[in-house]
T-cell receptor, first 115, second 112 residues
């Protein structure tokens, strides 16, 4: 158990809908990262927050947004969903702002299926 | 831009050594990592190596880094069925603002 909690574990929805994925980092970790894992694109970095502020941005679509709240949990909002958004979405946390040697602790992921 | 490449599959016989290879493009990469993902679980850090090192050994794991060729490998000695997993290579820069960029992962399967 990494200490990172993600909900929901599974989610099935239709195209055009909007969903929110939630992540609680390990106790004491200030950084939260979101990654998308799909079969054809591997593990893609989406976005990182550190202590409530956006820290780094990756290949995150404009239809997607995220935030980190004062209690340090984070939410990833996915809107106008398309079939291609079906993937496993991982949240990870770390103590500091990010690399280099700081380990990322991953949650078990939220599997999104868009029908 | 930053890119990390790995082969998708590797099959080895139980007891043999597994060698998983990775190449990266960012010449400013300072830290290189190996993460392991077991079925139904998130990724777990196995080991990392700093770019001024050539080799790092940790029990059955040996990491080799060829910085000139931007090539990283992970050797697992005496591969066991419990080693079946997806192995991700990743890299980051020196700055705390650096992102960790992952490869697509290599699925290691063990033959009896």
């Amino acid at each position: 158990d990494s200490g990172v909690t993600q909900t929901p574990k599974h989610l099935i929805t239709a195209t055009g809908q909007r969903v929110t994925l939630r992540c609680s980092p390990r106790s004491g970790d200030l950084s939260v990262y979101w990654y998308q894992q799909s079969l054809d694109q591997g593990l893609q970095f989406l976005i990182q927050y550190y202590n409530g502020e956006e820290r780094a941005k990756g290949n995150i679509l404009e239809r997607f947004s995220a935030q980190q709240f004062p209690d340090l949990h984070s939410e990833l909002n996915l809107s106008s969903l398309e079939l291609g958004d079906s993937a496993l979405y991982f949240c990870a946390s770390s103590v500091g702002q990010g690399p280099p040697t700081g380990e990322l602790f991953f949650g078990e992921g939220s599997r999104l299926t868009v029908l | 831009g930053e890119d990390v490449e790995q082969s998708l599959f590797l099959s080895v016989r139980e007891g043999d050594s597994s060698v998983i290879n990775c190449t990266y493009t960012d010449s400013s990469s300072t830290y290189l990592y190996w993460y392991k993902q077991e079925p139904g679980a998130g990724l777990q850090l196995l080991t990392y190596i700093f770019s001024n090192m050539d080799m790092k050994q940790d029990q059955r794991l040996t990491v080799l880094l060829n910085k000139k060729d931007k090539h990283l490998s992970l050797r697992i000695a005496d591969t066991q069925t419990g080693d079946s997993a997806i192995y991700f290579c990743a890299e980051s820069g020196y700055s705390s603002a650096s992102k960790i960029i992952f490869g697509s992962g290599t699925r290691l399967s063990i033959r009896p």
